[in-house]
Nanobody
Framework: QVQLVESGGGSVQAGGSLKLSCVAS????????MAWFRQAPGKEREGIAY???????TYVDSMKGRFTISRDNAKNTLYLQMASLVPEDSAMYYC?????????????????????WGQGTQVAVSS
């Protein structure tokens, strides 16, 4: 059974940084594409960063230069380093995974691309 467990969320002041982690079990992440999504209250869940099995990355434009997605296959873990946080970054953050053969970069930010999801970790940024 595939499980994704996020951690690292919390409360931080604007301008601060956080590093989120997503530990996978029941799956070897090296064979998966993975992504980070977030959902703010009253808004749809949106894809913000993606990494494929070869560590190629893609970001939503507004995240470029502030967020960095990475993976450690030996630890079966996905990361999201977030810097220069602003209140608008406050949301529940989710990691997602899909087997590489079913991944398409053109659809990386769509919720339905991914079969496996974590339960989320909350990030709150105060001004």
């Amino acid at each position: 059974q595939v499980q994704l467990v996020e951690s690292g969320g919390g409360s931080v002041q604007a301008g601060g940084s956080l590093k989120l982690s997503c530990v996978a079990s029941g799956v070897t992440v090296s064979g998966y594409c993975m992504a980070w999504f977030r959902q703010a209250p009253g808004k749809e869940r949106e894809g913000i960063a993606y990494i494929d099995s070869l560590r190629g990355t893609t970001y939503v434009d507004s995240m470029k230069g502030r967020f960095t997605i990475s993976r450690d296959n030996a630890k079966n873990t996905l990361y999201l380093q977030m810097a220069s946080l602003v209140p608008e970054d406050s949301a529940m953050y989710y990691c997602a995974a899909e087997i590489t053969s079913r991944c398409h970069r053109s659809s990386w930010s769509r919720n339905r691309t991914y079969t496996h999801w974590g339960q989320g970790t909350q990030v709150a940024v105060s001004s």
